[in-house]
């Protein structure tokens, strides 16, 4: 029994007056590729297969270590952050699992969790663990690191945590686990470089050891912060490094916002598929740091070229191409479910753009040194406004043409203002 969160009548309602343009500007699109060779409904099959987990800690209002500016409604417990989710799936039908992460998402029986979601319509994606906090009544502190602490009993505690968040993963269906921690130095000389990435090997090789066969490790890498002087997995050499001690089933992921400013990080992309390493991404966006920004904000054509070399990947070895596609996101100034559905729509157009991509055309001029040919190849699918075929492509599966007049229309946060506690006030980046 599925018990989707909005009204699926008023959101039919709300297509039918907008049906007839949809269809007028598909036909269009259509018209205008096939005189390029493109079949349109050959690319909308691929769009349609294309999905992207929702983090579940995106779904509260996020904040900076200055401060934190909630809005009424918004979820206080993993059970409304579900419902959220699920109304961003509704919506924009690209989003059909949540990724977890604990302790913030604790629940007294999670094969309850896992029936909850699939009334919902969602599934469960990768897990992830959280050592870079301490937790009320936890005995050891993570102030001085934890899969690398010098402490064994800090090390113990934090492999522990990740075991048990694979124990909960099984039990929601999910098939992955992403680890990233916050362990890292702010001084010269405060922490051997050797020696502590020895210690988080030896602590992710007893995590890894207890991975099911079927499952993935996700290693995500961060160059800063909360370590400010160097942090442990702080780039994918050290990320891939790691996954290579630890076997087949540890892989990188790549989160757009962990990286040096400038850092071509498409290229990463293919660097990594070719070692057979590429596990998934946190999509986000940012102009400085880890702002953690909303998908294709500031550098749409970034994540068009990253979907670019995802489609050469997938090209050249379809066998081995299998990333985990997660947002990872901060809203601090929206309202987090407009923000979601508008980040899944970039990213889906961003891998609509790059399927549209003329590949022999463009390894034809790579072959034969012309720069000019090659990068137009790319420009060619770039310039095309893939709107209608996305619209479509969500119209087709039940979503909302205009998601954002469809949802603030359903007034969700303004009845969820009436029924869900207030989030007391606060600091701090989710
Ligand atoms: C961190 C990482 C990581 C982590 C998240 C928590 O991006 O994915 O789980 O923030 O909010 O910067
Ligand atoms: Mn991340
Ligand atoms: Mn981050």
Not at 118 to 124: P, Q, R, V
Not at 144 to 162: K, P, R, Y
Not at 251 to 260: F, I, K, R, S, T
Not at 274 to 283: I, N, T, W
């Amino acid at each position: 029994m599925t018990a989707l969160p909005l009204s699926q009548d008023q959101i039919d309602h709300h297509n039918s007056a907008r049906r007839e343009g949809l269809e007028d500007d598909y036909a269009s699109l259509g018209r205008a590729l096939s005189r390029r060779g493109v079949d349109l409904d050959a690319i909308k099959r691929k769009v349609q297969e294309f999905s992207i987990a929702t983090p579940s800690w995106a779904t509260g209002r996020g904040g900076t270590r200055f401060a934190k500016f909630a809005i009424p409604g918004e979820p206080t417990n993993i059970h409304e952050k579900l419902a959220d989710c699920a109304v961003v799936q509704q919506l924009g039908r690209s989003t059909p699992r949540v990724s977890l992460h604990f302790p913030w998402d604790q629940a007294d029986d999670y094969a309850g969790l896992r029936e909850e979601g699939a009334a919902l319509g969602l599934g469960f994606d990768a897990v992830n663990s959280n050592t870079f906090q301490d937790q009320p009544g936890q005995e050891h502190s993570y102030r001085s690191g934890s899969l690398s602490a010098t402490d064994s009993g800090v090390q113990e505690q934090a492999v522990a945590h990740n075991i048990d968040c694979i124990e909960i993963g099984k039990t929601l269906g999910s098939k992955a686990l992403t680890v990233w921690v916050g362990d890292g130095s702010n001084f010269p000389g405060q922490q051997d470089f050797t020696r502590s990435l020895d210690r988080y090997l030896d602590s992710t090789g007893s995590i890894y050891a207890a991975l099911p066969d079927s499952w993935r490790m996700l290693l995500e890498h961060k160059m800063f912060e909360p370590a400010f002087y160097s942090t442990v997995i702080s780039d994918w050499g050290s990320s891939l490094m790691a996954a290579q001690e630890l076997g087949p089933k540890a892989q990188c992921l790549v989160d757009l916002g962990h990286h040096a400013p400038n850092v071509n990080i498409e290229q990463i992309v293919a660097r990594l598929h070719r070692v057979g390493k590429l596990g998934g991404f946190h999509f986000n966006d940012s102009k400085y740091g880890d702002d953690d920004l909303d998908s294709g904000s500031i550098n749409p054509h970034q994540l068009f070229l990253i979907f670019n070399e995802l489609a050469e990947a997938q090209e050249r070895s379809p066998e081995a191409f299998d990333p985990a596609y997660m947002i990872d996101q901060s809203h601090n100034v929206t309202d987090p479910i407009e923000s979601l559905l508008s980040s899944a729509e970039a990213i889906v157009s961003a891998f609509a753009k790059a399927a549209l991509i003329d590949r022999d055309a463009l390894h034809a001029a790579q072959e034969d040194n012309d720069p000019m040919l090659a990068f137009q190849a790319l420009r060619a699918a770039y310039r095309v406004d893939v709107s209608p075929l996305v619209a479509m492509v969500r119209l087709e599966a039940g979503g909302a043409i205009d998601w954002l007049s469809a949802y603030r229309q359903s007034a969700w946060r303004e009845r969820k203002a009436q029924e869900r506690k207030p989030v007391a006030l606060g600091a701090g980046i989710v």
